[in-house]
């Protein structure tokens, strides 16, 4: 395991699912953490967690409450953690909603509100903080899906936020470079965490269809395979065996692909009647 123990990561969402996993696996290498999101109860609930992880009896984990789409809470607290804990070596954009329905039945406000959370709101970090990396260097890691890199039936707005944020990384990449920043991009699967449960509610027939039976991974293994992926200095970071492989399939065959997924579709709905 290598140590982290000179490290500092910034976490947004990080009082849950993925972005608390990798707090979790960064905290156990011995960096220090700090958790972003809004909800104070959530975070102080996860930062009791992560100190029982940390051997070393020096505080590791502090949380800062803020919604990362509005860029005046933005700009006013995170500077002031800067100051307080140093800057971030690793930053971590997790903060993210996502809402699954057909096109028609997805709510003005849902589609503005993942665009401002998933997209605005990792610009907002970055915009923030980068300039403060700039001394040290350090990594970026935007935290976009599957449905970032493939349209998918029954994801029109959080595809429209996730590949969004993929573009930002991308053209950031290479201007970022010029100050030892590296800016990656974490592709997760269905992963098991509360957001799922959240969007399973009102996912279409056809989405389920699309996702088959394979079984969500779990945050720790996404956690883990990010890491992995931050230490070989990997842009595109994919858990998993089945998004590598649409990822594949998207880029060097995207019409067969096409036709596999209308198949499917269609399958449910003759199944639905
Ligand atoms: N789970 C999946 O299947 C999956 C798959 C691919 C990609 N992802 C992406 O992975 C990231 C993490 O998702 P997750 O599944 O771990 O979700 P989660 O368990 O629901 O955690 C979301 C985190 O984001 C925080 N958050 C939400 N809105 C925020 C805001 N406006 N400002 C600050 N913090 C905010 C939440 O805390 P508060 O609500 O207290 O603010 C929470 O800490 C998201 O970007 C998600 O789109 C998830």
New binding site residues.
């Given amino acids: 395991m290598k140590d982290y123990s000179t490290k500092i990561a910034y976490i ?9 996993s990798l707090a979790r696996e960064l905290v156990r290498r011995g960096a220090k953490v700090i958790l ?4 104070r109860h ?2 102080e609930h996860a930062c009791n967690e992560l100190e029982s992880v940390t051997s070393s009896g020096h505080r590791n984990v502090s949380i800062v409450s ?4 509005n860029i005046d809470q933005v700009r006013e607290m995170l500077p002031k953690t800067v100051e307080l804990s140093g800057a971030p070596d690793i930053l971590v954009n ?5 809402y699954s329905n057909y096109f028609e039945r997805i709510p003005y406000e849902k589609f503005i509100d993942m665009i ?3 997209l605005i ?1 990792t610009w907002n970090a970055i915009t923030v903080l980068e300039p403060l990396m700039r001394n040290k260097g350090g990594s970026i890691v935007n ?5 970032g890199f493939i349209g998918t039936f029954g994801y029109t707005a ?1 595809s429209a936020s ?1 590949f969004g944020v993929i573009g930002l990384s991308e053209a950031l990449r290479g201007e970022l470079k010029r100050y030892g920043i590296r800016v990656l991009v974490l ?10 449960v ?2 399973n509610k009102t996912k279409p027939a056809e989405t389920k269809a699309l996702s088959g039976k394979s079984k ?1 991974m779990s ?1 720790e293994a996404v956690a883990k395979a990010c890491i992995r992926g931050l230490e070989k200095g990997k842009f595109m970071i994919i858990p998993g065996s089945s998004g590598k492989m649409i990822y594949l399939a998207k880029r060097l065959f995207p019409s067969p692909l096409n036709w596999i997924m209308d198949r499917e579709v269609q399958r449910a709905q003759r199944d639905l009647g």
């Fill in positions: 947004t969402g990080g009082s849950s699912g993925i972005g608390l972003i999101a809004r909800n959530r975070l803020l919604d990362v789409s997790s903060a993210g909603i996502a401002n959370i998933n709101g935290v976009s899906s599957i449905a959080y996730k592709c997760p699967p269905d992963t098991d965490t509360p957001q799922l959240e969007e969500p945050s």
